[in-house]
């Protein structure tokens, strides 16, 4: 069964709520073999802006599986979001480009939203 990543970049909200919905949804009816959630880009804006709806569908992915969403620490410094992201304890914050580099050699598909 394949695994996929799904990478959330849009500064559309819903453009991401669909993404999530779909990251969430397949994670907990095991659709595909993995699947990651990456917040990459201006779609970081809403986590750290705590926004309800966003942050109830990361915690519907967090909970159907064993590992968090994750958001580019990278990012986050370049857009002045540090320090609002690393208070929020359903994301993980990690350095995406190796992350991606990783899941890209263990053959993962990516849906890029």
């Known amino acids: 069964m394949k ?16 993404a999530a919905t779909l990251a969430g949804v397949s994670r907990k009816n095991k659709f595909f073999g993995d699947v990651k959630l990456i917040f990459f880009g201006p779609s970081e804006r ?10 109830k ?3 519907d992915y967090n ?3 064993d590992s968090k969403a994750i958001a580019c620490k990278l990012v986050a410094t370049n857009l002045n979001l540090l320090d609002r992201l690393d208070k929020v304890s359903l994301v993980k914050l990690d350095m995406v480009g190796p992350i991606i580099k990783d ?7 990516f849906l890029t939203f």
């Open 3 to 18: 695994n996929v990543a799904i990478i959330i970049s849009t500064s559309n909200k819903e453009k991401a709520v669909a």
């Open 103 to 109: 899941l890209a050699e263990k053959d993962y598909e």
């Open 57 to 59: 569908l990361i915690n």
């Open 63 to 65: 909970s159907a599986g």
């Open 46 to 55: 809403f986590i750290a802006d705590n926004d309800e709806t966003i942050m």
